[in-house]
């Protein structure tokens, strides 16, 4: 069974949705980041807008945000402030953001990994990517992760 079974993720609408059934035959991203941490509000922009052009290119993508915030509150400003139109693990969700943060090895924020759909780490050089190079070709290696 995977770690996103039998756990909702909120959507920017603030809707609690399955988490399976959201991320189904999607490219996913785990993003572990935190409105305090300032690295992390430098990325989030630039993932936001990758994020954009791959869905206007019709990418079936996933990014499901994994909070480090210290309350609800100032997750749930940064989400909807700052983050793109995709998926936050619930504040009190401790098992799923517990689970997730061991298998994806996160010793320090912001971290993008992509996931399966079991949640298991395929790749943790995801943030690089989106740095490094054009959105098109950072999903073109994420979706072959997949397909190897």
Same mark, same amino acid.
């Given at each position: 069974?995977? %770690? %996103? $079974?039998?756990?909702?993720? *909120?959507? *920017?609408?603030? !809707?609690? /949705?399955?988490? /399976? !059934?959201?991320? *189904?035959? *999607? /490219?996913?991203? /785990?993003?572990?980041?935190?409105?305090? &941490? @300032?690295? &992390?509000?430098? %990325?989030? @922009?630039?993932?936001?807008? &990758?994020? !954009? $052009?791959?869905? $206007? $290119?019709? &990418?079936?993508?996933?990014?499901v945000f994994v909070s480090s915030d210290r309350s609800e509150d100032d997750m749930n400003s940064y989400f909807q402030g700052h983050h793109g139109d995709w998926f936050v693990v619930p504040f009190g969700d401790k098992e799923l953001i517990d689970s997730l943060k061991k298998e994806c090895k996160v010793s320090g924020i912001p971290k993008l990994v992509v996931v399966d759909e079991n949640g298991r780490m395929l790749y943790d050089g995801a943030r690089n990517d989106v740095q490094a190079t054009s959105p098109k070709l950072a999903f073109k290696k994420w979706k072959e992760l997949y397909e190897a």
């Open positions: 069974m995977g %770690f %996103f $079974e039998g756990h909702k993720l *909120k959507n *920017k609408s603030g !809707e609690l /949705v399955n988490a /399976v !059934e959201a991320l *189904k035959n *999607k /490219v996913i991203l /785990v993003y572990f980041s935190a409105h305090w &941490c @300032p690295p &992390c509000r430098m %990325f989030t @922009p630039t993932l936001k807008d &990758c994020y !954009e $052009e791959l869905v $206007e $290119e019709g &990418c079936q993508i996933g990014i």
